[in-house]
């Protein structure tokens, strides 16, 4: 899911050429919130991040969350890593403190991601250092 379409058409090409069958949807996260759905896994791959110092949008994106996650689901997080003079990523801190009421990091690893080709051009000395979080939510 992803609200700009040109995204999803590539996610949706990429998963052809890999034979997955996945579905796609263009959608702005924060309406997700009337999904009356429940999810055992939710997998967010870069945007989380986004909200980073942002602690409206970060509430907003709790509560859904929490809203479509399953007592015991993980959500799995995949941020770009704070880095001195780089716009955007978030720290390990932030992570421990946003998810630390209602869910459990249950592991926080960092680790070099690989970038579509246009980023990867437009910044051709940057290293993607990243984050990937199990995160756990708590049984009520
Ligand atoms: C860092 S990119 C990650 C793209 C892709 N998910 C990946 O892992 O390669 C962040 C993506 O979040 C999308 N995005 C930002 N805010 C959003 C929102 N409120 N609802 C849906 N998508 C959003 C942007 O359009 C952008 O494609």
């Not at 907003?60 to 001195?84: F, H, M, T, W």
């Not at 992570?95 to 970038?115: G, K």
């Not at 993607?128 to 756990?136: G, R, T």
Request: glycine share 6%.
């Amino acid at each position: 899911m992803d609200f700009v379409e040109e995204a999803v058409e590539r996610a949706v090409a990429k998963a052809k050429v890999a034979g997955l069958n996945v579905d796609f949807m263009v959608q702005e996260f924060f309406t997700l919130g009337s999904w009356d759905r429940k999810f055992q896994t939710i997998i967010d791959s870069g945007l989380f991040h986004i909200f980073s110092g942002d602690e409206v949008r970060k509430a907003a994106y709790l509560e859904i969350v929490n809203q479509l996650l399953k007592d015991n689901g993980r959500l799995y997080v995949l941020s770009c890593k704070e880095e001195p003079g780089i716009d955007g990523g978030v720290n390990a801190d932030e992570i421990f403190d946003t998810f630390r009421e209602r869910f459990i990091v249950e592991s926080l690893h960092e680790f070099e991601a690989e970038t579509v080709v246009d980023a990867a051009e437009n910044a051709p000395d940057r290293r993607w250092l990243s984050y990937f979080a199990v995160i756990k939510k708590c049984e009520r």
